[in-house]
């Protein structure tokens, strides 16, 4: 499994760790009952804080994408694509209304921010 780290990012790391392994399920990389790596073994991987892997691991089971079994692993648990596919529409939805915003405030007019995202679809 291959988690890169930015520590430049303004993201925190646990949530780096979060995003890249839900990343992983929704495309595949990881399937139903894949184990991970131990946390020990991520955090020494990553050269950080085994309290942040675990923050990490804490959440993805918190919302669903994994299960713990003591003494066994953390597997990833049976992915629904849908709701997962949802749930990044909602934060690509929040990261456009924030954009949305800082346009205005700005005193962009909302036909310059549409004319503004339909020059970045096109590339």
Not at 23 to 45: A, C, F, H, Q, Y
Not at 106 to 120: A, H, K, P, S
């Amino acid at each position: 499994m291959k988690i890169i780290i930015n520590g430049a990012s303004m993201v925190p790391i646990y949530e780096q760790i979060i995003d890249q392994i839900k990343k992983m399920i929704v495309d595949g990389t990881l399937k139903e009952n894949d184990i991970l790596p131990s946390v020990r073994t991520l955090s020494k991987e990553l050269k950080i804080s085994a309290l942040t892997v675990k923050k990490a691991y804490d959440n993805l089971e918190q919302e669903g994408f994994t299960v713990t079994v003591h003494g066994k692993g953390t597997y990833v648990k049976a992915a629904n694509k849908e709701l997962m596919r949802e749930e990044y529409r909602r934060e690509v939805e929040a990261d456009l209304e924030m954009a949305i915003q800082k346009g205005r405030s700005c005193g962009l007019t909302d036909d310059e921010i549409r004319e503004l995202v339909d020059l970045i679809m096109e590339e």
